[in-house]
């Protein structure tokens, strides 16, 4: 098994290449690597220069089509043999020479995640920076993961720890918040370099912020109910039938006391929050069905063991 695994997604960034690669073997020629490079359905020369590297330390893998940075770094995650795993950017944005300092702290204080912190951040003020503040700010309260840049690709993991998850959609962005989630909860954070970006395009832009926060908003319902959605379903549906019950029985002393009721607002209101209610109680009850059979049908458990110690034995 390889010490470490480099997992860079790329697309359409040719110009990169040569000098990322160059920065690598610099960065990690002392050490057991391997450098996986993930083709995202590049349109230029992306997987020329690749192959071009010529070292058996560097792999491409290279995508049928453009799926989008979640996709491509499950594909390397996949792919990837090493006993930890490092995920880079491949614009040269972030900078190889950071990874023998954190892969020192995982193996001497037993990390499961170190994380990039991006010092002097070399990106826009209105087009990055506030968005990205704001962003970290929300994930932050909504997940309770207390890091200060998740927005920071450069991060290190144990294996057990990064193997043990699926990225889908674009959840990319929320990696910490879904090892966290597995179990893996042992994090540190290291201040990185970050650099200006010198060739190619930037494929950000504003446009991502409502995917991010349908994102976050899946996220928040992981973190408080994976294990138990009645609880979530339940408390709502219990609240809105309650209310419906209260306003129909308060119609029908109406109607008792010789009241005409009907076309009331307040008869539509009634009716429509019993039937909310029960829709939210029978959704409940299928997403347990539905978390049960996720956690059964692959055998996986509610929790993780990092180890088990006999107590007995001399240390």
């Given at each position: 098994?390889?010490?470490?695994s480099v997992v860079i997604c790329v697309y359409n960034e040719?110009?990169?290449?040569?000098?990322?690669?160059?920065?690598?073997?610099?960065?990690?020629?002392?050490?057991?690597?391997?450098?996986?490079?993930?083709?995202?359905?590049?349109?230029?020369?992306?997987?020329?220069?690749?192959?071009?590297?010529?070292?058996p330390r560097f792999i491409l893998v290279e995508l049928m089509?453009?799926?989008?940075?979640?996709?491509?770094?499950?594909?390397?995650?996949?792919?990837?043999?090493?006993?930890?795993?490092?995920?880079?950017?491949?614009?040269?944005?972030?900078?190889?020479?950071?990874?023998?300092?954190?892969?020192?702290?995982?193996?001497t204080e037993g990390w499961d995640m170190v994380a990039g912190?991006?010092?002097?951040?070399?990106?826009?003020?209105?087009?990055?920076?506030?968005?990205?503040?704001?962003?970290?700010?929300?994930?932050?309260?909504?997940?309770?993961?207390?890091?200060?840049?998740?927005?920071?690709?450069?991060?290190?993991?144990?294996?057990?720890?990064?193997?043990?998850?699926?990225?889908?959609?674009?959840?990319?962005?929320?990696?910490?918040?879904?090892?966290?989630?597995?179990?893996?909860?042992?994090?540190?954070?290291?201040?990185?370099?970050?650099?200006?970006?010198?060739?190619?395009?930037?494929?950000?832009?504003?446009?991502?912020?409502?995917?991010?926060?349908?994102?976050?908003?899946?996220?928040?319902?992981?973190?408080?109910?994976?294990?138990?959605?009645?609880?979530?379903?339940?408390?709502?549906?219990?609240?809105?039938?309650?209310?419906?019950?209260?306003?129909?029985?308060?119609?029908?002393?109406?109607?008792?006391?010789?009241?005409?009721?009907?076309?009331?607002?307040?008869?539509?209101?009634?009716?429509?929050?019993?039937?909310?209610?029960?829709?939210?109680?029978?959704?409940?009850?299928?997403?347990?069905?539905?978390?049960?059979?996720?956690?059964?049908?692959?055998?996986?458990?509610?929790?993780?063991?990092?180890?088990?110690?006999?107590?007995?034995?001399?240390?």
């Amino acid at each position: 098994m390889k010490k470490i695994s480099v997992v860079i997604c790329v697309y359409n960034e040719e110009l990169n290449i040569r000098p990322l690669s160059l920065q690598i073997k610099e960065a990690l020629g002392h050490l057991d690597f391997e450098a996986i490079f993930v083709d995202d359905g590049s349109t230029d020369g992306t997987c020329r220069e690749i192959a071009a590297i010529n070292d058996p330390r560097f792999i491409l893998v290279e995508l049928m089509r453009n799926y989008g940075q979640s996709s491509a770094l499950q594909a390397g995650i996949d792919a990837a043999g090493g006993e930890f795993i490092v995920l880079l950017d491949g614009d040269l944005q972030n900078d190889p020479a950071d990874i023998p300092g954190m892969l020192k702290m995982a193996e001497t204080e037993g990390w499961d995640m170190v994380a990039g912190v991006r010092i002097n951040r070399r990106d826009g003020m209105v087009l990055r920076k506030i968005p990205s503040k704001i962003a970290n700010y929300m994930i932050r309260q909504s997940t309770g993961t207390r890091m200060k840049d998740l927005g920071c690709t450069l991060k290190l993991f144990s294996r057990d720890a990064i193997k043990n998850i699926h990225i889908y959609g674009e959840l990319h962005r929320f990696i910490p918040v879904l090892v966290a989630l597995e179990g893996s909860t042992r994090f540190t954070q290291l201040d990185v370099n970050h650099r200006p970006r010198q060739f190619g395009k930037s494929k950000y832009s504003l446009s991502r912020t409502t995917r991010v926060m349908s994102d976050l908003l899946l996220m928040w319902f992981f973190k408080k109910y994976l294990q138990r959605p009645m609880h979530f379903f339940g408390q709502i549906g219990f609240f809105t039938l309650a209310i419906g019950l209260i306003i129909n029985f308060y119609l029908l002393v109406l109607k008792i006391l010789g009241q005409d009721i009907w076309g009331k607002p307040l008869l539509l209101l009634g009716i429509l929050l019993l039937v909310a209610g029960i829709q939210f109680l029978t959704t409940g009850i299928i997403a347990e069905m539905q978390m049960r059979t996720y956690f059964e049908s692959q055998k996986k458990t509610p929790y993780r063991i990092r180890r088990i110690t006999n107590t007995g034995l001399p240390l």
